[in-house]
Every structure is written in C-alpha cells, then in structure tokens.
C-alpha cells in the first residue's frame, strides 16, 4: 500500500496530478507494471522480485519514487541495474495518482497493472490474466483476480480478499461495493488513456482513486477475471490511513460523482453502497481500537441496510472486538481454535492460488440483492455490445466458498 499520508483529499489534484495522455509508441503485447512508492524501503525489493518472477517475460515495471526520504531509490537503483526491465522513475512529492499518472505517462505497453510497493503477485498472474483479456475481445477491458491477505512475513492471513465471480458488465455492482484490489486489475493501456488515468475529481483520497477508475472503465468497458488468488495485500501496522473522516469523504464525493452521471439509478444503490463502506470503515476502526469510532460508523450502516449489516457484520465485528481484547489470534480466530484451512499462516508464494482460505463463509450480499443489482442498466459511454454479460448476471448469482474481509 501507498503510505503517503499527508496528502489533503482536496489538493490531489494539481498540475502534477494530471493524466499526461500517450506521447510514447504502445508496444503490442508488453505490459507496463506501474509501482508508486513513498518511503516503503521495508518491501520495495519484495514487491518488485514478484513482477520480474513472473511467468510472462515482456513487461516492464516502472517503479515511481514520489519524493521518498529513506533508501527506496537507492534499493530500486540497485535493482534496476540488475535487471533492464525495472526503471527507476523520481518526482516530488505529489500523492498516489500523481505517482500512477507519472508512471503511466512513461509506459510503452499495451497493458497496464497497478501494483503498490508493499503488495505481491503470484508467478502466474500477469499471463493467466493476459490470456483471458485476449480471449475476451475488445470489448473487455479489464481482468481482474482475487486476493489474499498476508502479514510482513509473507504469511497468509485468515480472510481472503474479494472473492466475486462477477463478469460482464460490472458499473452498478461497482458501485455498490468496489469488489476487487488495486493491485488485483490488468488493463488495456487504452482504456485508460480514454478515461484519462486515475483522479480527475478534486475529493478523490488514495482510499478511493482505485474506486473511481474502476467505475469509469466500467461505464465504457466489460470486466473478466481469472477466479484464483493471484495477488496478496499486505495487513502490517500503519499501512491503513487514520483519517477516516477523509476516506468517507472521498467515497461519498465519488458516489456523488457516478449519482450525477447516471441520475436514472435508483437511490436505494447508493444507501447500500454507504452502508456498506460504513459497515467496512467500523470494522477497521474498531480493529485498531477505536470502538466509539467504529460502533458509531457500523450503527449508521445498521440505519441505511440493517438486513445486510446484521446479516454479514455482527459477527465479523463480534470478532474484531474479540481480537481487540487479546481474545482471538490475529488471524481472526478464537485463541486454541482450529485453523479453516492448511492455506492459513503459510507462505503466499508457496500456496495453491485455487485454494480457498478458511472454507465456507457468508456472501457480502445475496442472490437476490445481487440479481437486481447487475440488472440495473445505464447509457453506456461507449456502445459496445457485451458478449458475455448475459452469461456473467448468470455466473455472479451463483454461490462462492469465499467471503469479503
């Protein structure tokens, strides 16, 4: 994760910040890795040794040190040198889509992947996910996969991350729930050129730049995935920002966005998409210890969506307080109880990404709910016709063994 957190939502966007557009020739084929970094001298040779060990060779990773003041240029410099496919690219201090805009603009591939300098990727990801996105057609404009979370050691965490099957057309369940990792999407290099990159609305925070452009891409483009935990997010103290106030913020300023845009969408969408971003930002407090914070934010998505939030919060938040107390183990489970899965506390690397951790567990929403959500329809930006997306309503209501954090 980015860690730069002394950016105010309200200056992201300046002259730095700006998508610069395409001034280099695109080269068929290549993927261009873009890897901001702030101060992340613990993880940067981690996180880069997990794009040069992929399976598919041609791809570049343009490692983007925005203003750094500990050794990260120094540990990518040395990287670099070894290796002709990392380039070091430095700029001052501007914030997470300043530091993707910059990488972008310096990229030369057809595709583009987002991956933040303390995130990891298995071996197989980039050339399982290109083989899908060639399959799909120009209509798809982005693959995405499923991640998991791990600790600073690399170990496997007890909750996977958002495990969807959800293909097609993606925008309404978008933006009910932004289903998917930054580090998780490999996307057509025009694309983004056409949304014009990440930002471009002043209350966009690192929390929800990643919200944005998904919601953009999808408003134009379809979305495919390969169904395997092919990227890990890693969970490590001080990696989340404390301004919550800011990331609520942030969201609702981009739901405001997409209201503006597609007034015909009904406003019960964006009351389920508010609480469930403030059933998801209670848990997080209240795991890092602020209970009044917490309970208050999980009480206000009672009010907007109680069925849901009773139905999928009590009991992830009963475990939160469980942990807090020292009654659980960091994993999330009781203390002396056993692990759901042989995945659990092992190394990401060396784990089937087939494997689902922790087995069963209760869906962040229900097929009902689900099936009026993906059949909601919007004008879309640009006409294309979606040869998958009767197939994917059918695929994303059918159940998943796996369960949101």
């Not at 933040?116 to 071996?123: E, F, G, K, L, R």
Request: aromatic share 8%.
């Amino acid at each position: 994760m980015f860690n730069n957190n002394d950016r105010s939502p309200n200056l992201l966007l300046h002259a730095d910040a700006a998508y610069a557009g395409d001034e280099r020739a695109v080269r068929a084929g290549l993927v261009s890795v873009i890897i901001p970094t702030y101060n992340n001298a613990d993880t940067i040779e981690r996180t880069i040794s997990s794009v040069t060990r992929q399976t598919y060779p041609d791809l570049e990773a343009l490692v983007v040190d925005d203003g750094s003041t500990d050794d990260t240029a120094a540990k990518v410099d040395r990287m670099a040198q070894a290796d002709s496919r990392i380039t070091l690219l430095q700029k001052v201090n501007g914030g997470l889509v300043s530091a993707r805009n910059h990488g972008i603009a310096h990229a030369r591939g057809e595709f583009i992947a987002p991956l933040d300098a303390d995130d990891v990727w298995h071996s197989e990801k980039l050339a399982k996910q290109l083989a899908v996105i060639e399959a799909g057609g120009d209509e798809v404009g982005v693959v995405y996969c499923w991640s998991r979370a791990i600790d600073e050691h690399d170990r496997v965490l007890f909750f996977d991350l958002a495990p969807c099957m959800l293909r097609g057309n993606v925008y309404t369940a978008l933006i009910m729930r932004n289903f998917f990792a930054s580090g998780a999407p490999l996307v057509r290099r025009r694309c983004v050129d056409e949304v014009g990159g990440y930002g471009g609305i002043t209350c966009v925070s690192r929390a929800c730049e990643d919200f944005k452009f998904n919601l953009d891409i999808a408003e134009r483009y379809d979305f495919d995935l390969v169904p395997e935990f092919l990227m890990a997010y890693r969970c490590r103290a001080g990696s989340m920002s404390t301004n919550f106030d800011a990331m609520m913020q942030s969201h609702s300023g981009v739901l405001e966005y997409v209201r503006a845009r597609h007034p015909e969408l009904p406003e019960r969408l964006f009351r389920w998409a508010k609480a469930h971003q403030n059933r998801e930002f209670g848990l997080a407090l209240v795991s890092k210890g602020h209970l009044r914070a917490g309970l208050r934010l999980f009480l206000r998505a009672v009010r907007e969506d109680p069925l849901a939030t009773l139905r999928v919060g009590v009991i992830r938040i009963v475990a939160r307080l469980l942990r807090f107390m020292k009654l659980a183990e960091p994993g999330g489970r009781p203390r002396g109880s056993r692990p759901g899965h042989s995945v659990v506390a092992r190394n990401f690397f060396e784990v089937d990404p087939k494997s689902i951790c922790g087995g069963r567990r209760r869906a962040p929403w229900t097929r009902r709910r689900l099936g009026y959500v993906v059949g909601l329809s919007v004008r879309r930006r640009a006409q294309l016709t979606s040869g998958i997306h009767g197939a994917a309503v059918k695929q994303a209501l059918e159940p998943v063994n796996t369960v949101s954090p």
